[in-house]
T-cell receptor, first 113, second 115 residues
Framework: SQKIEQNSEALNIQEGKTATLTCNYT??????LQWYRQDPGRGPVFLLL?????KEKRKERLKVTFDTTLKQSLFHITASQPADSATYLC????????????FGTGTRLKVLA | AAGVIQSPRHLIKEKRETATLKCYPI?????VYWYQQGPGQDPQFLIS???????DKGSIPDRFSAQQFSDYHSELNMSSLELGDSALYFC??????????????FGEGSWLTVV
């Protein structure tokens, strides 16, 4: 069956450390993978998109990697801050060229001061 | 910059009633998506429209229907409401065909409570 899995448990890290979140998928062949941030009761906010032919993408303190062989994306936040505390969702297109974007289960990150 | 506008933000309905949610995409965006998010759950894809035509369908119940109008706004109609329909409903929009790496922008959501 098709599924997208992220760190099931909440992730607590100390301020200043690097947070690494995982997104694993099975039985999908996405052309893109996207990462979103969601705060309680708010809509997901787009952070980064990485294409299947890209290994890595960076934006300020954020870095995303995409390994289509492992079917995995890693999302890193360096020099983490308490304001980074939120739920982070990965999403991918169910099949290449589809309008159907499927979200992972999300990882709740808490950065401790 | 203009964002995705959803209305109403909160809605309380009784079982078996009907509810309609509206979504106004970012200007010039041609694709609209609807998602349902239950408490502690990830957003579940319901349906999407491109250029006013249904493009993809997810786990949308038969009791629900949606459409995209000529001005690109979209409405999600939910009938015979059940308690389990209580959730946060997100609308999102994007520009361009799939395969172009189009970013999806989400609205703030409409809270539906069925009592």
């Amino acid at each position: 069956s098709q599924k997208i899995e992220q760190n099931s448990e909440a992730l607590n890290i100390q301020e200043g450390k690097t947070a690494t979140l995982t997104c694993n998928y099975t039985n999908y062949s996405p052309a893109y993978l996207q990462w979103y941030r969601q705060d309680p009761g708010r809509g997901p906010v787009f952070l980064l998109l990485i294409r299947e032919n890209e290994k890595e993408k960076r934006k300020e303190r954020l870095k995303v990697t995409f390994d289509t062989t492992l079917k995995q994306s890693l999302f890193h936040i360096t020099a983490s801050q308490p304001a980074d505390s939120a739920t982070y969702l990965c999403a991918l297109d169910a099949t290449s060229g589809t309008y159907k974007y499927i979200f992972g289960t999300g990882t709740r990150l808490k950065v401790l001061a | 910059a203009a964002g995705v506008i959803q209305s109403p933000r909160h809605l309380i309905k009784e079982k078996r009633e009907t509810a309609t949610l509206k979504c106004y995409p970012i200007p010039r965006h041609d694709t609209v998506y609807w998602y349902q998010q239950g408490p502690g759950q990830d957003p579940q894809f319901l349906i999407s429209f491109y250029e006013k035509m249904q493009s993809d369908k997810g786990s949308i119940p038969d009791r629900f229907s949606a459409q995209q109008f000529s001005d690109y706004h979209s409405e999600l109609n939910m009938s015979s409401l059940e308690l389990g329909d209580s959730a946060l409903y997100f609308c999102a929009s994007s520009l361009g065909l799939p395969g172009s790496g189009n970013t999806i922008y989400f609205g703030e959501g409409s809270w539906l409570t069925v009592v």
